[in-house]
């Protein structure tokens, strides 16, 4: 599953949520004719705010308004149906999968040892990153310490669920084992993948993420800083 792979702007769940109290007084399938006054009411809002929805909603292209001296005459267009088919979509998805859709863990940032920026360079590994993840990871990890037991729990169930795979490889010098990966952003803002099974000397309750940026610099991040991390399963 694609980091953030909703396809809404934040912006635009109160547009959603007009266009299915339109859907849910037909017009879907029909052209309806409502008053702002009485849609105002469905939506339990003020008078205002419900007519600038519907301008907003029409605007979008969402719907086709007609205003007569009765009311609204609204029919939900294409455009509109498919960000409800969309929404639809995405329930489903997310009501019916065997994971949830991602697993959130909260720690603190600290200095490691450094051996993150080895791995992530063997040739063996970036190649994959950059494949699979998309993107050239920054030499180094960000290295996070979970905050309870409750995060350590969630670490060893989102281990346990469906990931991206870095293979193992041989070089001249020794064998280098597989990766498992998981999307991941970071303070709702930063992306990244958090790494499993990569050879570390820190304990259970530490987790590695690396990332295309200096996460540190991109989100002023110092020892003892508290982080939360969304990390996405693979579907």
Avoid at 99 to 120: H, K
Wanted: glycine fraction near 8%; hydrophobic fraction near 35%; aromatic fraction near 10%.
């Amino acid at each position: 599953m694609a980091v953030g792979s909703s396809s809404f702007r934040s912006s635009q769940w109160k547009q959603l949520f007009a266009l299915y109290k339109l859907a849910e007084m037909g017009a879907h399938r029909r052209t309806i004719k409502v008053s702002t006054e009485y849609f105002a009411e469905k939506m339990g809002m003020s008078q205002q705010t419900a007519s600038r929805y519907l301008i907003q909603l029409e605007n979008e292209g969402w719907i086709k308004r007609t205003i007569t001296p009765e009311g609204c005459l609204i029919k939900i267009a294409d455009i509109g149906m498919g960000q409800l088919n969309t929404l639809h979509a995405n329930l489903r998805m997310m009501i019916e999968s065997r994971y949830p859709s991602s697993v959130t863990l909260e720690g603190t940032v600290f200095t490691g040892v450094g051996e993150g920026a080895y791995y992530v360079t063997r040739e063996g590994y970036r190649k994959q990153f950059v494949e699979k993840l998309g993107y050239d990871p920054y030499p180094g990890t960000l290295n996070v310490k979970l905050n309870s037991d409750y995060d350590m729990k969630a670490k060893a169930e989102l281990e346990a669920y469906p990931a991206i795979e870095i293979q193992g490889f041989k070089n001249e010098d020794r064998t280098y084992g597989t990766v498992k990966c998981y999307p991941v952003i970071i303070n709702n803002r930063a992306k990244g993948a958090v790494l499993f099974a990569m050879r570390t000397h820190y304990d259970a309750s530490i987790v590695e993420i690396i990332a295309p940026n200096f996460l540190r610099h991109q989100l002023k991040l110092k020892d003892g800083h508290k982080v939360k991390i969304e990390a996405f399963t693979s579907s």
